[in-house]
């Protein structure tokens, strides 16, 4: 049996011979926590860090190198930590001067850790307990074991998600994965509040992955995970919706079981009911009444388009006044913080602690919301 000590001690070795090799005093690896509110760090003998109130927040909110100095003289250099697109935290180089080199150094650094990072938390549990600041509900700790990172991309499409109450979901779930040619994602909402919820989102992403893995398109990807549902939980069922984006032409395909449609924001603008079509039953035993074959939809993006898929725990949430969050207020806080240019995965950390954080708001129901913004290099 792995000892939680050990392992943290061997990331420690690591991080001490790069800081070594890199000619500064100390490197701190801070990792952002299961909500984004908090950079926690890997050695004890430094302190959790605000996301929103902190030099060290700004570089990771922003992926910008930021730089102050220490009340010892040194001077800090924090620089995010990222995999990809995905945001893990920052790092804290502790150099007794700047210069062009130790910037160049300490940025390949960031990258190397980034990986090392990555490639350890998967079975580490020292992560994962740095990165947790509340107990987990049971439901919880299944449904996230099965979730992929919060946020992918490339060149052409960047996928990112959030999902509260962080602790204690049940049936809400997403997932997005990437071909060389394609964008997969799908939001998920399953019946329920319990174990069982949960269990059912877990097997109708499991049926997703697998049909997605074989070359499935969409109506054979729905029709596993119906069959899945109807044979293994035939007393549950799946609301959702499952879509595919073509990187280099922007067509997007789709189908709504039973969902709340998505939202386009093209311009900084809503499009009204752009991807509004009537929805199928959900996944599960109801689609064993279909007469016909899943319906498939189909649009062409343009470039800077973001399509927003989320579950109805988003715009059922209360506010201070007692009225619903809604539609409008949901698209006009995204509108907003695309106008400022701001990150995909910056715009729905933020949303999504508004709606935690706001005085007397309230969330209903699970609230997810995932978000594909296909921005494809100028030719």
């Known amino acids: ?30 990792l952002a926590d299961l909500q984004q509110r908090r950079l926690m760090p890997l050695t004890e ?38 995999d990809g697109t995905e945001r893990l935290g920052v790092i804290c180089v502790h150099s007794g001067s700047l210069d062009a080199a130790t910037l160049r150094r300490s940025r390949s650094m960031a990258a190397l850790l980034a990986m090392l990072v990555t490639s350890k938390r998967a079975y580490k549990e020292t992560f ?37 109450p962080a ?37 109708t992403l499991a049926a997703c992955r697998n049909a997605r893995r074989t070359g499935a398109d969409l109506p054979d990807l729905v029709a596993s995970v119906d069959h899945a549902l109807t044979q293994w939980l035939p007393d549950q069922f799946c609301t959702g919706v499952l879509l595919q984006l073509e ?20 311009n900084e603008h809503l499009v009204d009911d752009a991807l509004a079509r009537a ?36 715009t059922e949430a209360r506010m201070q006044d007692g009225s619903l969050f809604g539609l409008d207020r949901f698209a006009d806080s995204v509108i907003r913080a695309t106008a400022g240019g701001e990150l995909a995965s910056e715009t729905l950390r933020r949303l999504i602690h508004w709606l935690l954080d706001s005085e007397n708001s309230k969330l209903r129901d699970d609230a997810t919301i ?3 913004e296909w921005q494809p290099p100028r030719l």
Not at 148 to 157: A, D
Request: net charge negative; charged share 15%; glycine share 8%.
């Open 128 to 164: 994962v307990q740095r990165t947790r600041t509340e107990p987990m509900h049971l439901p919880a700790e299944l449904l996230r074991a099965y979730l992929p990172p919060r946020t992918i991309g490339n060149s052409n499409v960047v996928s990112t998600a959030v999902l509260e």
């Open 1 to 30: 049996m792995s000892d939680p000590g050990v392992a943290a001690k061997s990331f420690a070795t690591v991080v001490a011979r790069c800081a070594a090799a890199l000619g500064v005093h100390q490197i701190v690896v801070y």
């Open 167 to 203: 602790y204690e979901v049940g049936g809400d779930a997403f997932d997005h994965a990437l071909t060389s040619t394609t964008l997969h994602a799908a939001m998920l909402d399953s019946m329920g509040h319990d174990l069982a919820s949960g269990l059912t989102s877990v097997v």
């Open 370 to 372: 995932l978000m594909v």
């Open 279 to 314: 929805a199928d039953p959900p996944m599960g035993l109801p689609a064993t009444f279909l007469d016909l074959p899943r319906t498939v939809h189909e649009i062409s993006l343009e470039p800077g388009d973001r399509v927003l898929l989320y579950t109805d725990g988003v």
């Open 247 to 266: 990187l280099t032409t922007g067509v997007l395909r789709w189908i709504n079981c039973g969902h709340p449609p998505p939202l386009l924001i093209r």
């Open 45 to 82: 003998i430094s302190t959790p860090l605000d996301i929103d109130g902190s030099l060290a927040g700004w570089a990771y909110r922003t992926l910008s190198l930021r730089v102050e100095e220490s009340p010892t003289g040194e001077v800090m250099i924090w620089l995010p930590l990222v």
